[in-house]
């Protein structure tokens, strides 16, 4: 056989295993998590090319996990039945970093220290492989992939900067297909080889997995032995006959090791909603979605009639940081199950990240319209309300069909309409909440997300209204929604009233203001920039317009001609006057009656922009 060779680690990968030890010391059990989901991912993975490739499964039809410890030596094994990996991809995995979890952490990790740091908020996040490390002196990963007819050795110790690869020769060390990680722990770790220890962080971390963990447990049944006689209490036997049978047998526990299934596989999605508390809502998210927040609120159903799907969307209580977030189409925010065989949560196979897919050429080789069917899937969720996170089943959608047929497909269209009716549901619910404070972190957070819908999905328009929350003159410290403005309007009041303006300050500072203030007219103010693009596409809620305050020709329902007549009278010619001497600076002197205590004002013209949008046109054109 052929020697081990040795291979250097990616610069990366040494400062990744640094950094991961040296932030995750108090945190070492997350090993576990780490390593069971990638077992999960492979098998993830195996089962859905399994799909179209049934002989796939040949070689060990069960998929499952299983874990094994021998706490005399110190020695935790994990072996799943999954995709396995070739000689290639243990390089390219385990010897290099492309990874979204290990990214993920990079950047928790940096955004912590800048915050003052909380190290215990990183345990939460997913490290990857080599937090196998944390716990470790030594990692052995024995992999077998069905594209390969041999199986490889990947050896790791702690603080070295290579690794190396050699071939399986130990017949007994053979498996049939998948992968076996063997753990040798660090001396003061090696109470994680306890079955019990083991046991209990999988139950607390990897309750959600959706394929069989099984712990090798030690168990006892009770059983009653003969005992020898004693020949002393022989003869006392014979004198008292009701003894002498409990002597002659004892009860013994009888002890013996075999696998227990230590968690829960029935996925959280299709149990009975009764059934289901808040916390296990909050740890599913938590765990499936790399979070380390509870959600803001959660909303499991299924529908059925025509198209029947099972689904929990849950809205975070953060938005992830950065303006590209909020447009990103590649979001992993949604996974796309059939018939709980779980089809994706990428679709941006063009670039093949190798975050899930370890091999998305061979997919796309194998199984195109797959790929192709869970990218127009996804881009059926409107983009802005791409920040929902959840996860969907349907029984209804075929696995192989074409993206021509898919594009017409009917049930895609029932299942978007549907998702995105009790996405609103779930939103509006945390508007109606009573603690206020849910819905205004919500719209901190979440408010621009909804602006934007306003301008790109018009047929929403009913849903997405009552949602959005602005300053104004009446409620310059809590933002309202429009359903309290237009309780609050005056009987004879047509219109809603807005100005918009780069703060709550220079909006109450406008003239513009005065004579509706006067007459005790609430004024929204538009202080986020994208505030007045959303309004003018919505128009009008509960069929009242808005109405931008600084346009020309503000009707206020106070018209008097008679006075308009004798003002133009008595000012004509200072207008004109003014206009000579602004020449082409403004378009237009008039006589205003929307002023009380100013003596003139800037105003747009109607059809013109106004000068809030000026300002942005400007900014945009730098
Ligand atoms: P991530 O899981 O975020 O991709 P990891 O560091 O946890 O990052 O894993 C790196 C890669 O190693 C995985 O993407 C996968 O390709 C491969 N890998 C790890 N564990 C297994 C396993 N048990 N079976 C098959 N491939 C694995
Ligand atoms: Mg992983």
Redesign the pocket.
């Known amino acids: 056989t052929l020697p081990a060779e040795k291979y250097e680690y990616q610069a990366e990968v040494s400062r990744l295993m640094d950094l991961i030890v040296n932030s995750l010391y108090s945190n070492k059990e997350v090993f576990l998590r780490?390593?069971i989901?990638?077992?999960s991912?492979?098998l993830d993975?195996l089962r859905f090319l399994s799909v179209t490739e049934p002989e796939l499964l040949k070689d060990a039809f069960e998929l499952d996990i299983r874990i094994q410890t021998d706490k005399d030596n110190g020695i935790v094994t994990?072996t799943?039945t999954?995709?396995?990996?070739t000689r290639q991809?243990l390089v390219?995995?385990?010897g290099t970093?492309a990874?979204?979890?290990?990214a993920k952490f990079l950047k928790a990790l940096k955004d912590s220290k800048d915050a003052g740091g909380d190290n215990n908020l990183i345990g939460q996040f997913?490290?990857?492989?080599?937090s196998a490390f944390l716990v470790s002196d030594q990692v052995v990963?024995s992999?077998k992939s069905p594209k390969s007819d041999k199986q490889y050795v990947w050896e790791g110790e702690a603080n070295a900067s290579s690794y190396t690869i050699r071939e399986e020769t130990d017949p007994e060390k053979l498996i049939p297909r998948?992968?076996c990680?063997t753990l040798y722990l660090k001396r003061d770790d090696k109470g994680f080889a306890h079955p019990e220890r083991i046991q209990k962080l999988v139950k607390n971390y990897s309750q959600f997995v959706s394929f069989p963990i099984y712990t090798w447990q030690e168990k006892g049944y009770t059983k009653e032995v003969e005992v020898e006689e004693d020949p002393a209490e022989a003869k006392q036997e014979e004198q008292d006959e009701k003894t002498e049978k409990k002597k002659k047998t004892k009860t013994v526990v009888e002890k013996y090791w075999d696998w227990e299934l230590t968690n829960e596989t029935q996925p959280i999605w299709l149990r009975n909603p009764k059934d289901v508390t808040k916390e296990d809502y909050n740890e599913f998210y938590k765990n499936t979605f790399n979070e380390y927040l509870d959600p803001l609120a959660s909303s499991h159903f299924t529908t059925e009639g025509e198209v029947e799907f099972r689904s929990i969307l849950y809205v975070p209580a953060i938005a992830p940081s950065g303006r590209e977030d909020m447009i990103n189409l590649k979001t992993k925010n949604i996974r796309l199950y059939v018939k709980r065989v779980f089809i994706s949560d990428d679709f941006d196979w063009r670039t093949g990240t190798?975050?899930?897919w370890?091999s998305l050429n061979l997919l796309v080789q194998t199984y195109p319209t797959c790929i192709n069917y869970s990218i127009y899937f996804l881009e059926q969720f409107p983009r802005y309300l791409s920040f929902v996170k959840g996860v969907v089943d349907s029984n209804d959608l075929p696995l192989n069909v074409s993206r021509e047929i898919l594009q017409e497909s009917r049930i895609v269209r029932i299942m978007r309409k549907r998702l995105v009716r009790k996405a609103f549901d779930m939103i509006l619910g945390i508007s109606m909440s009573e603690n206020r404070e849910d819905y205004e972190k919500f719209w901190e957070n979440f408010g621009k997300h909804l602006k934007l819908g306003c301008i790109e999905d018009r047929e929403n328009h009913k849903r997405i209204a009552p949602l959005l929350r602005f300053f104004s003159s009446q409620s310059e410290e809590e933002m309202i929604g429009l359903d309290e403005y237009v309780e609050n309007m005056k009987p004879d009041q047509k219109d809603i009233y807005f100005i918009a303006a780069d703060s709550v300050t220079s909006a109450r500072n406008t003239p513009f203001l005065e004579r509706l203030l006067q007459k005790d007219l609430e004024v929204l103010y538009l202080v986020d920039p994208i505030d007045e693009v959303a309004v003018q596409n919505l128009k009008s809620y509960k069929e009242k317009n808005f109405v931008d305050i600084s346009k020309e020709d503000l009707d206020l329902g106070d018209k008097n001609e008679e006075k308009e007549k004798e003002m133009k009278q008595e000012f004509g010619q200072t207008c004109d006057w003014i206009k000579k001497h602004l020449g082409d600076k403004v378009a237009n002197v008039q006589i205003s009656n929307r002023l009380s205590s100013s003596p003139c004002v800037l105003v747009s013209g109607k059809f013109g922009w106004s000068a809030n949008m000026e300002r942005l046109m400007k900014a945009q054109t730098v």
Do not use: P
């Open positions: 780490e390593l989901s990638n077992a991912d492979a993975k994990i799943d999954g995709i396995g990996m991809e390219d995995c385990l970093i990874q979204s979890g290990t997913g490290v990857g492989f080599y990963v992999t998948g992968t990680l190798k975050g899930f370890f």
